[in-house]
């Protein structure tokens, strides 16, 4: 079974600044990544997807995420945030198992922008 | 194109009781898993419904069970709740063989 760890619990950032979210799965020989975003009393919103090919993918809201395969890590980043961004953020990996498709999760980090 | 529509929103049940909750899919859409996520924790996987058969289980007891129609809308039945159950309860429709999932807004289950 696949396992994603993400390592900052809670992420404060002043607003405009950059940031950088931490995510690191457990090697496979396929890796399918996601980058998942949840407001406060809502569901999860697709962020971003590693399926294949470039290993620097773009996503919605000006987020990226580098795909690094020797170093088995999916950090999410951009590059100057705004108040809005406060919300918490989920890195997951598809973890395949009889004939289905499922997702783990890592525990998600908080991300705080400060005014 | 309609998304992924749960309900209820909220519930509050009582130690023992079963609980139903409903997930209508994104159009076009034949997979559909459920999630539980406990207060600070990550979505974790219960199980997935395809061609109206459990297709993939978690690490949950068989006091979850579900169910999928033919319009590929789905039911999570829980019996029996404990406290430990309370929790937000995610669907997500997907394609069979895609691995990209679309989640809906959720159940807040409450067990008191």
């Known amino acids: 079974a696949q396992s994603v760890t993400q390592l900052d619990s809670q992420v404060p950032v002043f607003e405009e600044a950059p940031v950088e979210l931490r995510c690191n799965y457990s090697s496979s020989v396929s890796v399918y990544l996601f980058w998942y975003v949840q407001y406060p009393n809502q569901g999860l919103q697709l962020l971003l997807k590693?399926?294949?090919?470039?290993?620097l993918v773009k996503g919605i809201n000006g987020f990226e995420a580098e795909f690094n395969k020797s170093q088995t890590s999916f950090h999410l980043r951009k590059p100057s945030v705004h108040i809005s961004d406060t919300a918490e953020y989920f890195c997951?990996?598809?973890?395949?198992?009889?004939?289905?498709?499922?997702?783990?999760f890592g525990k998600g980090t908080k991300l705080s922008v400060i005014p | 194109e309609t998304g992924v529509t749960q309900s209820p929103t909220h519930l509050i049940k009582t130690r023992g009781q079963q609980v139903t909750l409903r997930c209508s899919s994104q159009?076009?859409?034949?997979?559909v898993s459920w999630y539980q996520q406990a207060l600070g924790q990550g979505p974790q996987f219960i199980f997935q419904y395809y061609r109206e058969e459990e297709n993939g289980r978690g690490n949950f007891p068989p006091r979850f069970s579900g169910l999928q129609f033919p319009n590929y809308s789905s039911e999570l039945n829980v019996n029996a709740l404990e406290l430990d159950d309370s929790a937000l309860y995610l669907c997500?429709?997907?394609?069979?063989?895609?691995?990209?999932?679309?989640f809906g807004q959720g159940t807040r289950l409450t067990v008191v």
């Open positions: 159009s076009g859409h034949n997979t």
């Open positions: 997951a990996v598809v973890d395949s198992g009889a004939g289905s498709y499922q997702l783990t």
């Open positions: 590693y399926l294949s090919g470039s290993t």
């Open positions: 997500a429709s997907s394609l069979h063989d895609g691995f990209e999932a679309f």
